[in-house]
């Protein structure tokens, strides 16, 4: 089980957990009407980094006006929690009316040990405390994307869940690069 708090700071920070983020797949303009397909996850966790967060802000809102805004984010890499259930069946992204190779088809026992021991590298499985309002849930890092900064820090008071503590982000984190990092074979 991991360890959460469930104050929000005065930024987003590395670890956050928001619900209800919106995803642009795509805008096409066609003879002057524009068609935009949004998607909204019900659950992400920001994996950027905690000094850029904390530089963009302190630069953003304290700063001295500068000959640069070179500190400044324009975007921030997150990534959707899955249902561990849903995930496990293979019906986590149904409702986009995709099918994936769940956990199910496999041997149950070893797949789902080694998915909670978060010993597969494009995953990492997060059990929550009861207090915290979310199911045991998992992060496909395949499925990272990035928030507008300034949207995120707009609907933070709002859309604020939990913070996944030091330990556990870092972890978070150490994995996300370890997966973007690995070297690709055909």
Do not use: W
């Not at 707009?154 to 330990?167: G, M």
């Amino acid at each position: 089980m991991i360890d959460v708090e469930k104050n929000s700071a005065e930024r987003v920070r590395q670890g956050d957990i928001y619900r209800n983020i919106e995803y642009i797949e795509y805008a096409i303009e066609e003879y002057g009407i524009i068609d935009i397909s949004k998607i909204v996850f019900p659950l992400i966790v920001v994996l950027t980094q905690d000094c850029d967060l904390q530089q963009d802000y302190t630069f953003r809102l304290h700063g001295e006006p500068k000959t640069s805004q070179d500190k400044y984010l324009l975007s921030v890499l997150v990534a959707p929690l899955y249902n561990a259930d849903q995930f496990y069946l293979g019906e986590h992204l149904s409702e986009l009316n995709l099918k994936m190779a769940g956990f199910e088809s496999r041997s149950k026992k070893t797949a789902n040990k080694s998915l909670k021991n978060n010993e597969v590298p494009r995953y990492h499985y997060l059990d929550f405390p009861n207090d915290i309002p979310i199911v045991s849930s998992v992060i496909d890092f395949k499925h990272y994307f990035s928030v507008n900064i300034e949207q995120l820090t707009a609907i933070k008071d709002t859309n604020f869940v939990c913070k996944v503590s030091q330990l556990y982000r870092e972890d978070i984190s150490q994995r996300f690069a370890s997966f973007l990092s690995r070297i690709g074979l055909p």
